[in-house]
């Protein structure tokens, strides 16, 4: 099948949304736990694999830790062999490849940008250079400083600011962000209504 955006790497995904396609704001969302920041980072690998200029910002976990992530879903090899270096030949042999491929990608992990403000900027200097698709993970996590106002008022201000970003600059965001622990506590899959 031909997409009419970027290919996700999921082939469900792709078919619900037809590819990500640009001036578009796209969010994920899931319960605490649930891999989310692991899907999304899967999703920045593939498209920047594709040879799209990409940005990932990190306001869940430090770039490294991304890093090794992706290495480990690269290689096959498991997370917890790269972080206690208890791998076999082979697995160090894979990872080295991982690394390599991984360095020539055009992808970049960021962790500094933790205010909608830094967010904004990061954004902004990563299209001048030719960034088409921008992770940001996840939105509970963008602070507003001096923000008095109600958490999700704020959050609006933060997705309505994302969206602009897309539109504006003529690229793709995607946002990782949390549902509430209703769906938890009756021991239901989530719904839109659980995401605020």
């Given amino acids: 099948n031909v997409l009419i955006g970027l290919t996700t790497g999921f082939t469900k995904l792709n078919k619900f949304t037809n590819g990500f396609q640009k001036q578009n704001f ?29 940005l990932f910002l990190s306001m869940e976990m430090p770039s490294k830790q991304i890093y090794k992530r992706l290495i480990s879903v690269i290689s096959h090899v498991d997370l917890i062999k790269i972080q206690e270096r208890t791998m076999t030949q082979q697995d160090f042999d894979n990872v080295a490849k991982a690394r390599f491929s991984l360095r020539k990608l055009p992808l970049t992990i960021a962790d500094k940008a933790l205010t909608l403000s830094k967010v904004i900027e990061a954004t902004e200097q990563a299209v ?69």
């Fill in 26 to 54: 796209y969010v994920v969302a899931g319960r605490p736990g649930k891999g989310k920041s692991a899907f999304i980072a899967q999703v920045a690998h593939r498209i920047a694999s594709e040879n799209v200029p990409t």
């Fill in 128 to 196: 001048r250079v030719g960034v088409k698709f921008v992770v940001v993970d996840y939105i509970q996590k963008v602070g507003v400083p001096n923000s008095n106002e109600n958490r999700s008022i704020v959050i609006g201000k933060i997705t309505g600011a994302l969206k602009e970003l897309a539109m504006q600059h003529d690229i793709i965001v995607l946002a990782a962000a949390q549902v509430n622990r209703d769906s938890e506590k009756e021991s239901r899959e989530p719904i839109l209504s659980d995401l605020r």
